[in-house]
């Protein structure tokens, strides 16, 4: 199973940003995806998460700017991010929970960082 992320990119601040991660392989079943972020010497922090609940979750540096869906017959989840800022500079990682076997067992998976840089 590989997750491929893209969209990373530079822009100034007010711009916007979409970022798509695709999970490839043998997959049975998709649970949770997410995006996280990880500037240097900070732990990773959730941004952005959706699941079956009828509400996306949301950390509220990025409450009411940032969007997370998902397309569950392409495997994909997206991240629309608007009003981006300067504090919005990070390392952004896809999360995908994913059965990949008949067994209903499900694991974490990870994509490879895409960065994004707002600057002026």
């Known amino acids: 199973v590989q997750l491929q992320a893209s969209g990373g990119g530079s822009v100034q601040p007010g711009g916007s940003l979409r970022l798509s991660c695709a999970a490839s392989?043998?997959?049975?079943?998709?649970?949770?995806m997410g995006w996280y972020r990880q500037t240097p010497g900070k732990e990773r922090e959730l941004v952005a998460e959706i699941s079956g609940a009828p509400t996306p979750y949301y950390s509220d540096s990025v409450k009411g700017r940032f969007i997370v869906s998902r397309d569950n017959a392409k495997n994909t989840v997206y991240l629309e991010m608007n009003s981006l800022q300067p504090e919005d500079t990070a390392v952004y990682y896809c999360?995908?929970?994913?059965?990949?076997?008949?067994?209903?067992?499900?694991?974490?998976?990870w994509g490879l960082g895409t960065l994004v840089t707002v600057s002026s």
């Open positions: 999360s995908i929970t994913l059965q990949t076997t008949a067994r209903k067992i499900y694991s974490r998976y």
């Open positions: 392989g043998s997959i049975f079943g998709i649970g949770v």
